[in-house]
Structures are given as structure tokens and as C-alpha cells.
């Protein structure tokens, strides 16, 4: 009987353990699950946290992540309403929100990844055929009327209708209509990279290239109009400077000549002989060098003195 009692016993504590064991689980702040029985959902999603208990043996715990999650595309080759090819290269945010939705319509966040592949990259791809190329790669902020350079290497405005990020916005807005009924919340969806193709890419470079030399172009013609306008008005400066010395040292001299004029008038007045005298031989030492024969005549002024005793 003793043993009966002791195997009893025995069988109640392993079955506690087992209860407890089984029965009870613990649940983190980043965690949500959905109770099962038998393979089908049992009363609502637990999403608070700690301890607590379900069924043993017969209930499972399915555990979701409460956490935002990122889902990040591949890059894809896309023509846009123009016909030019971008690649576009396309993240997103989301989050489980209604675990039993989830769990019956996706199961899996492997399975959701592969959902939204389908969602978001067929969004992308719609409006991006509907939208130009530089609405793709222009952002929203762009001042109207600028002046943008298009692929086929015109310059001309035009007017961003949309912009980048208003066009990530109208994406995420038609993605996240989709989701709901999987138990998804997409919360935001990003261009991560906008690239041309290769054909395309070099068009652009070639495009940039002559685009800076016409501005450098532009530039060293500025240039060399502002050069000739500063070099004609210091070449007009000084010419006004020259001509002002110049206009200045003739008066000195003019003054100069009238007050040595004035000297000799007042020499020639006091001795006038004397004056004629000097005169005349200051014009026989210009004159008469070492080979030099004259030939006067008898009444000559100059002879007058020579011919003097």
C-alpha cells in the first residue's frame, strides 16, 4: 500500500513539473504570440509581457517579433514615362500588427518578406512607368522653374509635378492599402539609391562634361570682359594723369619762360648795347664751329661786330 501511495506521489510531483514545465511561458517586451490548439488559434494574441499560462500539452505557443522590421529590395531596372531605364534600389519599414491575421494569412516572416516583394516592387514599378525621369530623380523641394538638364542633353524648364519624395510617399500610400489584410503595417517606403543604366550614365557624364566647359566657357569670357573694362579704365586714367602733368609742366614752363622773358626785357632795358653784344656772340659760339666758313654781306647785322676795330 505504501508503495501504491509513494508511486502516486511520484506521478503527482512529474506531472506538477510537467504542468509547469509546459504550461507556463515567459514573454519579452519585443515579443506576441498567438495561442494554438490543436493547429488553430485560441482566444486573442497575448502582447503584454511576463509570465503566463496556457494549456499544457494540448495549447502551442507561436511567437511573433513586435519589433519594426526591415524589408529591403532588389535593385530593379525600370522604364520610366519617358522611356529611360533607372535602376531603383528600394527599402522599407514594417511592423506585425494583428498576429492572428498574420498568422493565418502569411504564417512566417520569410513568407511576409516574399508578400511584400510583390507588393511594394509592383508599386514601385507602376509609378515609376507613370512619372518622368526627372521626377524620379529630382526631389520634392526642387524650385520650381530651375533650370534642369534632360538625358537628351537639352537645357530647358521644367516643373517637378511631384518630386522623389512625394512619389516614395504615393507608394507607400498604395502598399500600405495592401497590407493590412496579411497583418502587416507597412510604416514607411524609401528610395535607397536612384541610378541610370550604363548607356544612360554615360550620356549624362558626356552631358556634365560640356555642360561645365560652357560654364567655364562663360566664365573665362567674364573674365576677359572684365579684364578689358579694368585695363581701358586704368589706360583712361592715366591718360588723364599724363595729360594733367603734362598740362601742369607746361604752365611751369610757360611761367618759367615768361619770368626769364621778363628778365631779359629788363636786362635789354637797362644796357641795350650790351645786351645785343652778348646776344650776338652767344649766337657766334652756336654758329661757327671749327670747319665752318660764312659769308656775309658788308651790311649784314651779324658781320657788325666782326667788322668792329
Keep these: 500500500m505504501d508503495k501504491i501511495v509513494r508511486f502516486f506521489l511520484i506521478g503527482l510531483v512529474l506531472v506538477a513539473v510537467v504542468t509547469v514545465w509546459d504550461g507556463f511561458y515567459m514573454l519579452s517586451e519585443e515579443q506576441q504570440v498567438v495561442i494554438t490548439q490543436f493547429g488553430k488559434p485560441v482566444g486573442d494574441p497575448v502582447t503584454t509581457a511576463g509570465l503566463h499560462f496556457k ?15 526591415i524589408w529591403d529590395g532588389d535593385p530593379n531596372q525600370i522604364p520610366t514615362h519617358d522611356k529611360t531605364f533607372i535602376y531603383l534600389d528600394t527599402t522599407a519599414r514594417w511592423r506585425l500588427s494583428e498576429p492572428l491575421v498574420f498568422l493565418q494569412a502569411v504564417n512566417n516572416v520569410p513568407r511576409a518578406m516574399t508578400i511584400l516583394d510583390d507588393i511594394i516592387d509592383s508599386t514601385v514599378r507602376d509609378l515609376v512607368n507613370k512619372n518622368d525621369l526627372v521626377e524620379i530623380i529630382r526631389s520634392s523641394d526642387w524650385i520650381q522653374g530651375e533650370r534642369v538638364s534632360t538625358v537628351a542633353g537639352k537645357r530647358e524648364e521644367e516643373a517637378i509635378e511631384h518630386g522623389r519624395d512625394k512619389i516614395a510617399a504615393m507608394i507607400f500610400e498604395a502598399a500600405s492599402a495592401l497590407t493590412p489584410k496579411y497583418g502587416i503595417e507597412l510604416i514607411d517606403v524609401m528610395f535607397k539609391r536612384v541610378n541610370y543604366i550604363e548607356s544612360v550614365r554615360l550620356k549624362v557624364y558626356e552631358r556634365m562634361i560640356s555642360e561645365r566647359n560652357r560654364i567655364a566657357a562663360e566664365k573665362r569670357a567674364m573674365g576677359e570682359g572684365q579684364k ?44 641795350p648795347d650790351f645786351y645785343a653784344f652778348s646776344k650776338t656772340l652767344e649766337t657766334y659760339g652756336k654758329t661757327v664751329g671749327k670747319n665752318t666758313r660764312l659769308i656775309f654781306s658788308s651790311d649784314s647785322e651779324f658781320y657788325k661786330y666782326l667788322n668792329e676795330k
Design 55 to 69: 494549456t499544457p500539452f494540448i495549447q502551442d505557443v507561436t511567437t511573433f517579433d513586435k519589433r519594426i522590421l
Design 228 to 271: 578689358a573694362e579694368i585695363l581701358g579704365k586704368v589706360d583712361r586714367e592715366l591718360k588723364v594723369i599724363t595729360s594733367g602733368a603734362t598740362r601742369k609742366a607746361e604752365e611751369v614752363k610757360g611761367k618759367a619762360d615768361a619770368e626769364a622773358a621778363g628778365i631779359y626785357a629788363e636786362a635789354y632795358n637797362r644796357d
